[in-house]
T-cell receptor
Framework: DGGITQSPKYLFRKEGQNVTLSCEQNLNHDAMYWYRQDPGQGLRLIYYSQIVNDFQKGDIAEGYSVSREKKESFPLTVTSAQKNPTAFYLC?????????????FGAGTRLSVL | LAKTTQPISMDSYEGQEVNITCSHNNIATNDYITWYQQFPSQGPRFIIQGYKTKVTNEVASLFIPADRKSSTLSLPRVSLSDTAVYYCLGVYGSSNTGKLIFGQGTTLQVKP
């Protein structure tokens, strides 16, 4: 059953703590993306990766970091530098990174601050 | 990337056809119009994409007039399960980043 798996579904972060959100895909897609969604708002791009071992900053990369060591995995770390991390985080993938490619999304991780 | 404008919310009743219009006055030659659907606490799901004229799939139809400055997503005979947020996006076909810009979308409420 192909798709994108995000874990955990819910995550809590303490002050000064780094947390890592997992994203795995078995669609054999080259491109992967991380978005942030705040209540009542659209999605904003954090980072994207067009190919293994390469990634680019999106519109709101400050306070976040990523890695792309394997084609199927694109974990996102929310660092302590991100002062307002409470949001719904969505991972997506597409076959390539051309504009018209359909993006497939995971079910999301909801991050809250304790 | 084309800037899109769509209504914030719409109401409908079960069994009706729903048309959601999206305005994109600055659409460029290489831009496609793409619609995604999002249910609460889930990731968006691709619905349909078009360049001009009419595109139809098993879920919806997309009408894009010749000037391409607007488009209309048509959902036939909606049910309660079609209650969701619908996003209209202008995507640059020649982009090599795959970047999508999501606005607030249109919240569709289907009533019994």
């Amino acid at each position: 059953d192909g798709g994108i798996t995000q874990s955990p579904k819910y995550l809590f972060r303490k002050e000064g703590q780094n947390v890592t959100l997992s994203c795995e895909q078995n669609l054999n897609h080259d491109a992967m993306y991380w978005y942030r969604q705040d209540p009542g708002q659209g999605l904003r791009l954090i980072y994207y990766s067009q190919i293994v071992n390469d990634f680019q900053k999106g519109d709101i990369a400050e306070g976040y970091s990523v890695s792309r060591e394997k084609k199927e995995s694109f974990p996102l770390t929310v660092t302590s530098a991100q002062k307002n991390p409470t949001a719904f985080y969505l991972c997506a993938s597409s076959i390539y990174s051309t504009g018209a490619d359909i993006q497939y999304f995971g079910a999301g991780t909801r991050l809250s601050v304790l | 990337l084309a800037k899109t404008t769509q209504p914030i919310s719409m109401d409908s009743y079960e069994g009706q056809e729903v048309n959601i219009t999206c305005s994109h006055n600055n659409i460029a030659t290489n831009d496609y119009i793409t619609w995604y659907q999002q249910f609460p606490s889930q990731g968006p799901r691709f619905i349909i994409q078009g360049y001009k004229t009419k595109v139809t799939n098993e879920v919806a139809s997309l009408f894009i007039p010749a000037d391409r400055k607007s488009s209309t997503l048509s959902l036939p005979r909606v049910s309660l399960s079609d209650t969701a947020v619908y996003y209209c996006l202008g995507v640059y076909g020649s982009s090599n980043t795959g970047k999508l810009i999501f606005g607030q979308g249109t919240t569709l409420q289907v009533k019994p």
